[in-house]
């Protein structure tokens, strides 16, 4: 009896593992979207969480089709890169070498500009910075040219949520795992299942996504930058008020 329900068990754990990841996909067409990044408020003060997004938003008499997380912060909440938002940049370029997944190079740049959205190599954007709309700088690249990153293992026993950005054309495809997967099965979905020949890693563990049309309503972590699609939402509220 007991071997009969340890090799269940393990026939159960064996089928789990080999099931295939799910996960949530979120389209924006950046020809209609208003696609946006955010950090503050307008006194400021930082926003840190989606849902206080989304209230924020309201207070405008718009709200949030979707958001998430939108790249990798320092412990006072600050990008550690590159960060453009209408235009303006409010933290530079980081091209310094460093521990984690933020300086695992390549990384880069997902970008929006008068020609689209772009995924680039970091050290590339300079080049392209005139015009850029909003930008933020996380890493590593999980694809570039269509090549999966060098040093991503297939094997790997690092699973987490994970969040990252895809491009094909026009599209932007914003992508959160449902299943804790590796690198290399993330960046594999963006290559093979949505077509993308460039997509850049925003993070993992704390990834969040923000799509009240899904019924996700993500708290989770504190956040730095924040990444959505903003649509007109009815009258205008007092953020202050329950």
């Not at 070498?97 to 300079?126: C, H, I, M, T, W």
């Not at 563990?205 to 899904?214: D, H, K, T, V």
């Amino acid at each position: 009896m007991k071997a009969g329900f340890l090799f269940a068990l393990a026939a159960f754990f064996g089928l789990a593992h080999a099931r295939e990841p799910r996960y949530t996909v979120m389209r924006v067409d950046t020809r209609s979207d208003d696609l946006r990044l955010f950090l503050r408020d307008e006194q400021g003060a930082p926003l840190h969480r989606l849902k206080r997004l989304d209230t924020w938003l309201k207070s405008q008499g718009k709200r949030l089709r979707f958001a998430m997380n939108a790249g990798m912060y320092e412990p006072d909440y600050a990008p550690v890169g590159l960060y453009v938002a209408d235009g303006r940049q409010l933290a530079p370029l980081n091209l310094a070498e460093g521990e984690g997944n933020f300086y695992l190079k390549p990384n880069g740049v997902f970008l929006l500009g008068a020609d689209g959205p772009q995924v680039v190599e970091s050290s590339r954007y300079p080049a392209l910075a005139s015009g850029v709309r909003l930008a933020t700088q996380s890493g590593p690249l999980l694809l570039q040219q269509g090549a999966i990153h060098p040093r991503f293992d297939p094997g790997s026993k690092s699973r987490q949520i994970r969040n990252g950005v895809g491009v094909d054309g026009e599209i932007a495809y914003f992508v959160i795992s449902d299943d804790p997967v590796n690198l290399y099965e993330f960046a594999q979905y963006f290559r093979d299942r949505l077509k993308c020949s460039d997509a850049l890693y925003l993070d993992g563990a704390i990834s969040s996504l923000y799509a009240p049309g899904l019924g996700r309503r993500a708290s989770g972590a504190k956040l730095g930058p924040m990444i959505g699609v903003v649509e007109q939402g009815g009258e205008p509220t007092d953020p202050k008020r329950k």
